[in-house]
């Protein structure tokens, strides 16, 4: 029961405050350690570390927040953003940066159910912890779906049920992503720990960056 009520006031209390508090400020991140340029040397460092050529290529960030990272990536890759968010106001801030994307305010499994779209790029990144171990399944089975190949899911921020970490919301078990890669033979599984790729961490030291690559 404690559980779930700290759940509800991080998911949904939490991200609404600081969602206004983005709005007020201008600040890019819908976190409270983060700001728009750690997102947006984030996202340079993943396009780099994969590789990945965007230009006129479809991204996509699931949980999207004011769209930091879509835009730095429209901006720099030119790549058409797709985003995803349940919180109004951060819609709101999406379409006024990026008038050519694609925004919609809903829950995320309702997106990636309705879909036709494909990508190359998809972000969730500070997100899927937000689910139940069990949904995080399900949503990472949807998603492959609607990936391209040699195209990237990017689920950052990832964090394991060992962690001394308490504030994580639904850690998942170790060899979670071994197991899904095992299932579904088209995702190739790499995973980095993120003060080795982006540097300075400021949540768990010991939080990773897990990158699913689709192979066919």
Same mark, same amino acid.
């Given at each position: 029961?404690l559980?779930?009520?700290?759940?509800?006031l =991080?998911i949904?209390?939490?991200?609404?405050?600081?969602?206004?508090?983005?709005?007020?400020t201008?600040?890019?991140a819908?976190?409270?350690?983060?700001?728009?340029?750690?997102l947006?040397e984030?996202a340079?460092?993943?396009?780099? =570390?994969?590789?990945?050529?965007?230009?006129?290529?479809?991204?996509?960030d699931?949980?999207?927040?004011?769209?930091?990272?879509l =835009?730095?990536l429209?901006?720099?890759?030119?790549?058409?953003p797709?985003?995803?968010?349940?919180? $109004?106001?951060?819609?709101?801030?999406?379409?006024?940066? !990026?008038?050519n994307?694609?925004?919609? $305010?809903?829950?995320? !499994?309702?997106?990636?159910?309705?879909?036709?779209?494909?990508?190359?790029?998809?972000?969730?990144?500070?997100? *899927?912890?937000?689910?139940?171990?069990?949904q995080q $399944?399900?949503? *990472?089975?949807?998603?492959?779906? *609607?990936?391209n190949?040699?195209?990237?899911?990017?689920?950052?921020?990832?964090?394991?049920?060992?962690?001394?970490?308490k504030?994580?919301?639904?850690?998942?078990?170790r060899g979670?992503?071994?197991? *899904?890669?095992?299932e579904?033979?088209?995702?190739d599984?790499e995973?980095?720990?993120?003060?080795?790729?982006?540097?300075?961490?400021?949540?768990d030291k010991?939080?990773?960056?897990?990158?699913?690559?689709?192979?066919?």
């Amino acid at each position: 029961m404690l559980t779930k009520i700290k759940n509800f006031l =991080h998911i949904t209390i939490l991200m609404n405050i600081y969602s206004l508090r983005n709005f007020l400020t201008g600040n890019g991140a819908v976190w409270l350690k983060l700001d728009t340029a750690d997102l947006e040397e984030m996202a340079e460092k993943t396009v780099r =570390h994969k590789s990945l050529e965007l230009d006129g290529k479809k991204v996509l960030d699931l949980g999207c927040g004011t769209g930091t990272m879509l =835009h730095y990536l429209q901006r720099e890759k030119n790549c058409f953003p797709y985003g995803v968010d349940v919180i $109004r106001l951060n819609i709101h801030q999406c379409r006024k940066k !990026m008038k050519n994307g694609s925004f919609f $305010r809903q829950d995320l !499994m309702k997106y990636l159910q309705e879909t036709s779209d494909k990508f190359d790029l998809i972000i969730l990144y500070g997100v *899927i912890g937000c689910f139940p171990v069990t949904q995080q $399944r399900e949503i *990472i089975g949807n998603i492959s779906k *609607i990936m391209n190949k040699d195209s990237v899911l990017w689920i950052g921020a990832n964090i394991y049920e060992d962690s001394k970490y308490k504030f994580q919301t639904y850690p998942v078990p170790r060899g979670f992503y071994e197991e *899904i890669c095992t299932e579904d033979s088209s995702l190739d599984l790499e995973e980095i720990e993120e003060k080795e790729i982006f540097g300075n961490v400021k949540y768990d030291k010991n939080q990773t960056t897990v990158f699913l690559t689709k192979n066919v």
